[in-house]
């Protein structure tokens, strides 16, 4: 979202004053904070993270945090970024409630940690080391020596920093002509949130597309490459190197094997390989042998064999338990494809940044349909698993994308009917009616009980039958 204003910062362009970082008008600075904090203060009283919220002038724009969906607020405290026109960024930190600057806007990054402190970044000219301070609420700042050299490239919502340092490593160039080189490749360190050493730099780059760190998941777990001697098939600073994975716990210690060339992950589902052998990971280290990709439960067999002829199910399927409750990514998958299936049109436009925790274009997509909503902390929380009144909301605003809500009639009332929440009480007993979704029992709902994945299926399939797909 973005919001222009009118205030000019004309004194900056009279006085021939440039923002750089170590060269900052204050004063102005202080203006521009004050009409920001004027126009967003209910907002951030209200506990707004203001995290897609962009603000420009005719000489600059404002936004807040740092890149990759990091907490980057205390409170009304807030991370901010302000970028002169064809200047570079420089960042502080504003009190949005009293239009106060806390820290002065002359650090290249600022980060929040996980204990309501900040991690304030200046980096060297050439990028290769950075100095660092750390700012408290009031305002003190006091420089801090990380234990290991290296840059950021992300700090967790849990205050773990992922540390970058490119080293001198092996690269086979895969396009003609054939030729190994000597290039500089990324490798990841590891601290947690008391700045100590989880992990060296024995990580060997990211595992996947577009991300630049080492990620925990909903479970605890981050998944890990090292030991590599060789890269290639990609650029050199992201190269896939030849070592090899496994799990890891947020004290760097080694979850199940790690012997694996390769990792996937499907949220709450980890699968790792061996070629060509798959393996689906627990947890606690153990792990299964996929002999059969498609895990599901007997009864529920005919109607999927129906959802598959109706394409209701994503590729992203194709090795999957079944019977695993279904997380937010997952069903916003079903939903999605669902609704390209029935024929509906595909959304115009995505707002990539609106959650802080990041997310896809199929829950943007269900999102800015109205069919999922986030939290009021800002964030989607795609590894949240889902109730079944949950999964009954979200199915009745997906059939009323397309047909009328069922008129009001006699129903058989649940015998756990009281423990139905109100907001998800008419979209249940509308299910019913239609029969798309029925209860755990012959009179029983289960609110508060998780929908699986098959479960989600299963009704996906029955919506494309009533909805006359």
């Known amino acids: ?64 945090g740092y890149y990759g969906g990091e907490p980057h607020n205390i409170g009304t405290q807030f991370a901010t970024r302000i970028r002169p026109e064809n200047e570079k960024a420089v960042m502080g930190v504003a009190d949005l409630a009293t239009g106060e600057i806390v820290i002065p806007f002359e650090y290249d990054t600022v980060h929040v940690l996980a204990d309501d402190r900040f991690l304030l970044v200046k980096e060297a000219a050439d990028y290769s080391c950075s100095d660092y301070w750390i700012g408290e609420t009031d305002g003190t700042v006091t420089p801090v020596t990380l234990p290991l050299p290296g840059l950021i490239s992300r700090v967790d919502e849990q ?9 001198p490593s092996k690269y086979r160039n ?28 024995v990580v060997d780059g ?8 080492i990620y925990f998941r909903e479970d605890g777990l981050a998944p890990i490459r090292t030991g590599s001697t060789l890269w290639s098939g990609g650029k050199a600073s992201g ?26 992950y499907t949220p709450s589902i980890w699968i790792g390989y061996r070629g060509a052998a798959k393996y689906l990971l627990g947890s606690t280290g153990n792990e299964q042998l996929v002999t059969d990709d498609l895990q599901y439960s007997n009864w529920a067999a005919e109607e999927l064999e129906t959802a598959f002829s ?16 279904i997380t937010r990514y997952d069903f916003c998958a079903l939903v999605m494809n669902l609704y390209e299936v029935l024929g509906g049109e595909p959304v115009a436009e995505l707002t990539p940044d609106i959650f802080r925790d990041g997310a896809g274009p199929r829950e943007l997509s269900a999102y800015e349909l109205g069919i999922i909503t986030g939290y009021p902390d800002g964030t989607f929380r795609s590894d949240e698993t ?53 209860g755990v029992s012959t009179d029983r709902f289960g609110p508060r009980s998780l929908y699986t ?9 029955r919506l494309y039958q009533t909805l006359g797909g």
């Not at 205050?159 to 080293?167: A, D, E, K, Q, V």
């Not at 397309?402 to 058989?412: C, D, I, N, V």
């Open 1 to 64: 979202m973005k919001k222009t204003f009118t205030l000019l910062l004309s004194a900056l362009l009279l006085s021939g004053t440039t923002l750089t970082a170590g060269a900052i008008d204050q004063s102005t600075i202080e203006d521009l904070v004050q009409q920001v904090s004027h126009e967003y203060r209910d907002e951030v009283l209200s506990g707004s993270s203001l995290l897609a919220e962009r603000f420009e002038t005719e000489t600059c724009d404002v936004s807040f």
């Open 159 to 167: 205050g773990y920093i992922t540390l970058r340092r490119n080293m």
């Open 174 to 201: 895969d396009i003609e002509p054939y030729s190994i080189s000597e290039l500089q490749i990324s490798r990841y360190a590891l601290l947690n949130n008391e700045l100590e050493v989880v992990l060296d730099f």
């Open 206 to 213: 990211s595992l996947f597309a577009g991300e630049d760190g």
């Open 239 to 264: 190269g896939l190197g030849n070592g090899l994975c496994g799990l890891i716990d947020r004290q760097g210690n080694p979850v199940g094997a790690q012997d694996f060339t390769n990792i996937s």
């Open 310 to 325: 109706h394409r209701l199910l994503p590729e992203s399927f194709s090795v999957c338990d079944l019977r695993s409750n």
């Open 386 to 438: 889902i109730t079944r009144e949950e999964a009954a909301a979200m199915l009745m605003r997906t059939y009323a994308l397309f047909a009328e809500r069922p008129a009001a009639e006699s129903k058989t009332a649940y015998t756990d009917d009281t423990a139905i929440s109100n907001w998800a009480k008419n979209d249940v007993y509308a299910l019913q009616q239609l029969g798309v979704m029925q």
């Open 453 to 461: 994945v098959e479960q989600s299926v299963l009704t996906m399939e």
